[in-house]
């Protein structure tokens, strides 16, 4: 073991001071976060809050629940027992045991929505598409995971999915489908809330025209789709009271309606007669349970919109107000029902008591925008995320609260979207066909959440396996139950959430696909460390003022594009900078461990890179400290370095630049029976950069320590005066003439229009125009 650490050499034993993990201080942070323990009071405040943005969706099923179920009347009034029992256990089975108390257990550190999930199991399995991860990102303090015995079921599952790329593509495809579904949601909820919510006024007035209470819903849509740049931060302190308002109004509606009309519905809460439900009747009887799921609609929204809240603050939300308000708003029009069932196409505004008519239809409108409003923003960070893992265009992401990062604004999309809802409300123009759409798009979210869950309690939870198949048989059983019975009414409007989830997953798929292909272009034609070394100092260029950012996807290795840029200019700065931004799979990296730097090659050369990390969740915009940013972290290297011996002259992807603003006591780390103390005392507030007014080209070199930092750091400023320019790959990505023509089709036309379309890096980084430098080139795949 000596032998082979001394074969090492000195560059290895460097890495290995500046890599080694820091577990004391790292502990310490990860506890901050954790899930805080809350108060009492604070807690019964979080779930309060939590109704406006969790709840509103799953909150106004009741508006249209009944007319899906029974779209060609009632014939038996036992027929409503059956269906009302069928929604008691569906809320029962899905919404409280799986979701409420299982699902969002399985949170990214508060966060939620397929993403989250799949970010975990990325975590604790090598299934990410995109090979960039390094074992220093397993050191970050959010980047938790746990371990198995390598025996375990657990482990013989995470070799399974890794052995071959087609389960991992299966595995990223069945996110991707759930996603998609969860776009579909973002355009068909507004749509079925507000048309229902709306549909009030004809009751009121039944000689009015159909396309009146239309056009009535397109206006609030469009009002709702172009207040969306304001963001919930101004108006969200109401969105909570409206909701609550709304669940006990439909809960006291549905005391005075059990006890007004019929008492006997209370005997749904019995199984039986779902079983009498199926027996009575054939098709019918199953096809009406693609309207008996509606009740269910907005629970995937509820684990989506988790962010913020913790889980306890949402369960005691759920199980204090939510449930029980939803049962009895269900058993009242129920029990109306019973008396008369000919107002099943109007059921809740009918069950209304005449006094209170007016008051309710506001609160039913104003909590159908809320509802609305809560998918729309779910719909905005499920598109964030997707960005982040490379799965879909860059498009502009505006932060509209300086307080809660996770509330975003994407113009474009919101467009879209607005456009879409617009042509389904405008379409359709009735609940029935809009509630069949409806209803298939959120099954096959919930299908989706149940195989990832299958594998969140393999990997992560380490369940053991006769639990995870009783989870996985329970949740199947009823959700593929659900799912036959939306395929009868495909045809009947299920179809739309179909094409849309269709269009968008082309979209992502594509995207991805390029991105892949992009990064796999970069990796096989990186330059070798034995070419730039062989180059010399002067990378036999002239080597001018200022200092040259290179971007560039690689987090390890020399970019061709550098190359490619050498071989057809004469110049190049005295200072390069390879940077390279990446996304990891974690919902945060903290500031302080943001950026990571190396120096590539001897002192010689300044030649340096800088890996900029982000998670899914991180405030990545049109950022001015950018800039500034990284060049503090590339003098806190210099200074660190210089308090080293020996600099690093290895391809091989060591990071040094990992600190975190602390004073802390020397490490003691041993190797081969060494002791050796670092000290690691620096912060990056105590970098003072050294002003000179010595130009580049005057650099002397000192052979003592502090000498030598001095002037590096005297160099690097000198040539940050000189100037900044930001270098950038214009790479673009060609079918190969011998390609099949789906593949042209999907390479040549669809990405390149997105390419096209999508925002430049430039923007992304807020780099000048005048500082900016392209390099083209083009590769086949």
Known sequence: ??????????????????????????????????EKKFSALLLLRLAFQSLGVVYGDLGTSPLYVFYNTFPKGINDTEDVVGALSLIIYSLTLIPLLKYVFV?????????????????????????????????????????SRTTFREKSFAAKTKRWLERHASRKNMLLMLVLVGTCMVIGDGILTPAISVLSATGGIKVDHPHMSNDIVVLVAVVILV????????????????????????????????????????????????????????????????????????????????????????????QIAFTVIVFPCLLLAYTGQAAYLMKNK??????????????????????????????????????????????????????????????????????????????????????????????????????????????????????????????????????????????????FKVNQGGWVPLVIAAAFLIIMFVWHYGTVKRYEF???????????????????????????????????????????????????????????????????????????????????????????????????????????????????????????????DSDEYSLYGQQTERSREDLVMKSGGVSNSVDTTISSDSIVPVRSPAHANNMTTSSGQVSSQTDELEFLNSCRDAGVVHIMGNTVVRARRDSRFYKKIAVDYIYAFLRKICRENSVIFHVPHESLLNVGQVFYV
């Open 1 to 34: 073991m000596d032998d082979e650490t001394e074969n090492k050499g000195g560059m290895w034993d460097l890495e290995q001071k500046l890599d080694q993990p820091m577990d004391e201080e790292a502990g310490r942070l990860r506890n901050m976060y954790r």
């Open 103 to 143: 699902v969002c257990r399985a949170n990214d550190n508060g966060q939620g929505g397929t993403f989250a999930l799949y970010s975990l199991l990325c975590r604790h399995a090598k299934i990410k598409t995109i090979p960039n991860q390094h074992r220093t990102d397993e050191e970050l303090t959010t980047y």
């Open 223 to 314: 009002g709702l789709f172009s207040m969306q740049h304001y963001g919930t931060d101004k108006v969200g302190w109401l969105f909570a009271p409206i909701v609550l308002l709304w669940f006990i109004l439909i809960g006291v509606i549905g005391i005075i309606n059990i006890f007004k009309y019929d008492t006997s519905v209370l005997r749904a809460f019995s199984p039986v007669h779902i079983y009498r439900y199926f027996k009575r009747g054939g098709r019918e009887r199953w096809t009406s349970l693609g309207g008996i799921m509606l009740c269910i609609t907005g629970t995937e929204a509820l684990f989506a919109d988790l962010a913020h809240f913790p889980v306890s603050a949402v």
């Open 342 to 487: 000919d107002h099943v196409f109007d059921a809740f505004y009918r069950s209304i008591p005449e006094g209170i008519y007016w008051p309710v239809f506001i609160i039913a409108t104003l909590a159908a925008i809320v509802a609305s409003q809560a998918t729309i923003s779910a719909t905005f960070s499920i598109i964030k995320q997707a960005l982040a893992l490379g799965c879909f265009p860059r498009v502009k992401v505006v932060h509209t609260s300086k307080k809660f990062l996770g509330q975003i604004y994407i113009p474009d999309i919101n467009w879209i979207l607005m456009i879409l809802c617009i042509a389904v409300t405008a379409g359709f123009k009735n609940q029935s066909q809009i509630g069949n759409a409806y209803g298939t798009a959120v099954v096959i979210v919930m299908l989706a959440t149940t195989l990832l869950m299958t594998l969140i309690m393999l990997l992560v939870w380490h369940c053991h396996w006769i639990l995870v198949l009783i989870f996985t048989a329970l949740s199947l059983v009823v959700e593929c139950t659900y799912f036959f019975a939306v395929l």
């Open 522 to 648: 970069e990796m096989h034609s990186k330059v070798s460390m034995a070419w730039i070394l062989g180059l010399g100092p002067s990378l036999g260029l002239v080597r001018v003022p200022g200092i040259g950012l290179v971007y560039t996807e690689l987090a390890s290795g020399v970019p061709h594009i550098f190359s490619h840029f050498i071989t057809n200019l004469p110049a190049i700065h005295s200072v390069v900078v390879f940077v390279c931004v990446k996304y990891l799979p974690v919902y945060t990296v903290p500031e302080e461990e943001r950026f990571l730097v190396k120096r590539i090659g001897p002192k010689s050369f300044h030649m340096f890179r800088c890996v900029a990390r982000y998670g899914y969740k991180d405030l990545h915009k049109k950022d001015d400290d950018f800039e500034k940013k990284l060049f503090d972290n590339l003098f806190l290297f210099v200074r660190l370095e210089s308090m080293m011996e020996g600099c690093s």
